[in-house]
């Protein structure tokens, strides 16, 4: 069974911190690995993707992966109470889906206060 | 604008109906994906398409039924609606591994 785990939450951060979300992987085959962002009652948002080890920026968003450790991460800098949502990890594989198939994690509620 | 549709947004109907959600996109991708969702709840893979005529179920059960006539139509069919059947239910695309998502159909059975 392919899984993806995140911690639900809620994680509290002071706007204009960092925001760290994590996630972890069960499927070591795993080949590409996204972040959602979710706003209660929308659908998800695809906001970073990265397919090989180490660091990769956009804009305030930095995702993070470490194969040999099966590790997901990202960094919002400059949180901004806008970026409250839930943050979904995906990653490539799972039971369904064909080779484009994503297996989600259910998500981290993130809350930035003013 | 390459975009994914999904009509009606909301819909709110009786048991027994039947009842068909409809997915357009505009993007020219091949594969595309129904889940359902709970509020609060995670994603659940419910049917994906590969390309026209291939249709597969995913991995939560359902009573629903799919088609893919055309690549840039996916409507989702229940045949008879029951309270169970309450949820948000969101359509997908993809192309080379990332997904983009539709607005989401709200379905609220009575």
């Known amino acids: 069974q392919k899984e993806v785990e995140q911690n639900s939450g809620p994680l509290s951060v002071p706007e204009g911190a960092i925001a760290s979300l994590n996630c972890t992987y069960s499927?070591?085959?795993?080949?590409?690995f996204f972040w959602y962002r979710q706003y209660s009652g929308k659908s998800p948002e695809l906001i970073m993707s990265?397919?090989?080890?180490g660091d990769k920026e956009d804009g305030r968003f930095t995702a993070q992966l470490n194969k040999a450790s099966q590790y997901v991460s990202l960094l919002i800098r400059d949180s901004q109470p806008s970026d409250s949502a839930t943050y979904l990890c995906?990653?490539?594989?799972?039971?369904?889906?064909?080779?484009?198939?994503?297996?989600f994690g259910k998500g981290t509620h993130l809350i930035i206060q003013p | 604008e390459a975009d994914i549709y999904q009509t009606p947004r909301y819909l709110v109907i009786g048991t027994g109906k039947k009842i068909t959600l409809e997915c357009s996109q505009t993007?020219?991708?091949?594969?595309m994906y129904w889940y359902q969702q709970d509020p609060g709840m995670e994603l659940h893979l419910i049917h994906y398409?590969?390309?026209?005529?291939?249709?597969e179920k995913g991995d939560l059960s359902s009573e629903s039924t799919v088609s893919r006539i055309r690549t840039e139509h996916f409507p989702l069919t229940l045949e008879s609606a029951r309270p169970s059947h309450t949820s948000q239910y969101l359509c997908?695309?993809?192309?080379?591994?990332?997904?983009?998502f539709g607005p989401g159909t709200r379905l609220t059975v009575l």
């Open positions: 997908a695309s993809s192309r080379g591994g990332q997904q983009f």
């Open positions: 499927d070591r085959g795993s080949q590409s």
């Open positions: 990265i397919y090989s080890n």
């Open positions: 995906a990653v490539n594989g799972g039971s369904g889906g064909g080779a484009d198939g994503l297996t």
């Open positions: 993007m020219g991708h091949d594969k």
């Open positions: 398409s590969y390309g026209v005529n291939s249709t």
